[in-house]
């Protein structure tokens, strides 16, 4: 945004972002701990966040770990993203009512309520920004996913401890938010001062600012901020070469190795459900055993199920292989055809959440090593 303002606000006046927020009527969702790991979901107050709670994550590999430091956003992204609220797993279109001899058609579709989503990590930022070209800018608009992207207001948190399966600086989109935010965050924690440094990146976001005691930014401040952003990008827990890997992956189309690949992978599709740009879904006509009700309802699907390429005589990938090299080169390869972007944001959710602990940067690099 031009004239962007960065200001810093006290952690112990923190909590009126969540008051103002509230009070202009929006539903907050952000990181909370349930069941040992940090999801997403609605949120009041600071106390919800996992205050003093940091991870440790690796192939296959999830722990959480508390510490003697009050950081409200330790924890990089989990097991939830943010297509939880915006493209739920469910939803429903259509009810369908026998009434007699006639038929009652009703939509299901509510207006969702004005979301206001905090700690959304550069690297789904711009996941999000994919999710806006195919469901929203794209040929085909979801319905349900423009009412619910239109009213979001967003905080990003700027990465200041990546994880150990991160590598969103060699897919450039992070550690720092550079768009697609209304406020950016970056949580410093110097002696005993604990204070954010916040960027404006929307007229909304800067009037908000106003109702939060803040003030400007010093140098020594925007400084230190910048230092612990340019250390973070310096240890990511994984890195991916990018370069040409559009054609690098062509070349191996045939490659023996994907079978590889696929004798430890299962095809649960755990790697399709926590990423954050899949968006593939099916679409079910349910109804009830006596025939009076019917539903019709979207839910996520995978390309790891041999239903999902089914077409009238069989699936279109009936092995694991040609499943999982579906996965992987639509994410570097086909994504850049069909949108001009990599469909991967290096989040590194589908290497910490894949049970058996395959690694999509491993794998690419393999290629690499291997290519004649
Ligand atoms: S790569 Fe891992 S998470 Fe993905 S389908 Fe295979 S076993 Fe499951
Ligand atoms: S492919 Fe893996 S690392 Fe890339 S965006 Fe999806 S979950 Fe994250």
């Not at 919800?48 to 940091?54: E, I, M, S």
């Amino acid at each position: 945004m031009k004239n962007s303002m960065v200001v810093i606000v006290e952690r112990k006046d923190f909590q009126n972002l969540f008051d103002v927020l509230s009070k202009r009527g929006y539903q907050i969702s952000g990181p909370t701990l349930r069941d040992n790991a940090v999801i997403y979901d609605n949120i009041s107050a600071v106390e919800d966040l996992p205050v003093g709670w940091t991870d440790h994550q690796e192939g296959g590999r999830y722990r959480l770990e508390q510490t003697n430091k009050k950081s409200l956003f330790a924890c990089v992204v989990g097991p939830h993203t943010w297509k939880k609220i915006l493209y739920p797993a469910e939803h429903t279109f259509i009810q369908v009512k026998r009434n007699g001899s006639k038929l009652e058609i009703t939509s299901a579709e509510k207006k969702p309520p004005k979301s206001a989503l905090i700690g959304v990590r550069p690297c789904e930022l711009h996941a999000l920004a994919i999710y806006d070209k195919v469901l929203k800018d794209g040929p085909y608009p979801a319905t349900s996913y423009l009412q619910r992207r239109q009213d979001l207001f967003i905080v990003a948190v700027n990465c200041v401890n990546p994880g150990g399966t991160c590598f969103c600086a060699s897919m450039n989109t992070g550690p720092k938010a550079t768009s697609g935010f209304d406020l950016a965050l970056t949580e410093i924690i110097n002696n005993d001062r604990h204070y954010f440094v916040v960027e404006t990146g929307s007229k909304l976001g800067a009037d908000l600012l106003k109702e939060i005691p803040n003030k400007e930014a010093g140098i020594e401040e925007t400084q230190t901020a910048d230092k612990a952003l340019q250390k973070a990008a310096a240890r990511m827990g994984r890195t991916l070469d990018i370069k040409g890997i559009h054609d690098l992956l062509y070349r191996h189309f045939d490659d023996p190795h994907w079978g590889e690949i696929t004798k430890r992978c299962m095809t649960c599709g755990n790697c399709t459900m926590v990423c954050p740009t899949c968006f593939c879904v099916n679409v079910e006509d349910t109804t009830s055993l006596d025939g009076r009700q019917a539903e019709r309802l979207r839910k996520w699907d995978s390309c790891f199920t041999v239903g999902f390429s089914y077409i009238h005589g069989g699936s279109i990938r009936a092995t694991e292989t040609s499943r999982y090299r579906q996965w992987m080169m639509h994410k570097l390869s086909y994504w850049q055809n069909q949108f001009g972007t990599l469909g991967c944001v290096g989040c590194g959710r589908c290497i910490t959440w894949c049970p058996v602990g395959i690694d999509i940067t491993e794998e690419a690099a393999y290629f690499r090593k291997n290519d004649k």
